[in-house]
């Protein structure tokens, strides 16, 4: 994956989901380093990234976080790894770390379960702004 930026850490969303879109959006809010560049999973790249990191159509559900070179994330372990690279408060995140992850992962699910119910869904993929463009590969 040649094409990915150096020194930035992907986050691959549900693209059509309102509540990952408001995830990105206070994931960009936060990435005062500016850390961060958004791939939705439905994308050609998504998919691509998906495939090259081996990870199974099922998981593909989830908010992954890919540090590349490094190690990728999902459900709950990418959430609490984006959160402790915003700084301040966000450092104290992997406190949540001594909740099991099969605990954390459960409730992941129940929303991931029902989060189009309670937060809609869109006919396609977010549109960056063009001030935000550069953010998105």
Same mark, same amino acid.
């Given at each position: 994956?040649?094409?990915?930026? %150096?020194? %930035?850490?992907?986050?691959? @969303?549900? #693209?059509?989901?309102?509540?990952?879109?408001?995830?990105?959006?206070? *994931? *960009?809010?936060?990435? %005062?380093? $500016? =850390?961060?560049? @958004?791939?939705? &999973?439905?994308?050609?790249?998504? =998919?691509? =990234?998906? %495939?090259?990191?081996?990870?199974?159509?099922?998981?593909?559900?989830?908010?992954?976080?890919? $540090? !590349?070179?490094?190690?990728?994330?999902?459900?709950?372990?990418?959430?609490?790894? *984006?959160?402790?690279?915003?700084? #301040?408060?966000?450092? &104290?995140?992997?406190?949540?770390? =001594?909740? !099991?992850?099969?605990?954390?992962?459960?409730?992941? $699910?129940?929303?991931?379960?029902?989060?189009?119910?309670?937060? #809609?869904?869109?006919?396609?993929?977010?549109?960056?702004? !063009?001030?935000?463009?550069?953010?998105?590969?």
């Amino acid at each position: 994956m040649e094409s990915l930026p %150096k020194n %930035k850490k992907i986050v691959l @969303f549900d #693209g059509v989901c309102n509540l990952c879109s408001s995830a990105v959006q206070f *994931i *960009i809010n936060n990435d %005062k380093k $500016d =850390i961060f560049r @958004f791939v939705a &999973l439905q994308s050609d790249l998504g =998919i691509s =990234i998906c %495939k090259h990191l081996g990870i199974s159509f099922s998981k593909m559900d989830s908010i992954i976080l890919y $540090d !590349p070179g490094t190690a990728y994330f999902y459900k709950s372990s990418a959430i609490l790894e *984006i959160a402790k690279n915003f700084g #301040g408060i966000w450092k &104290l995140t992997p406190i949540f770390r =001594i909740v !099991p992850i099969f605990v954390s992962d459960k409730i992941y $699910d129940y929303v991931a379960k029902n989060r189009y119910n309670w937060y #809609g869904k869109k006919e396609s993929c977010m549109i960056p702004t !063009p001030e935000l463009k550069s953010k998105f590969l």
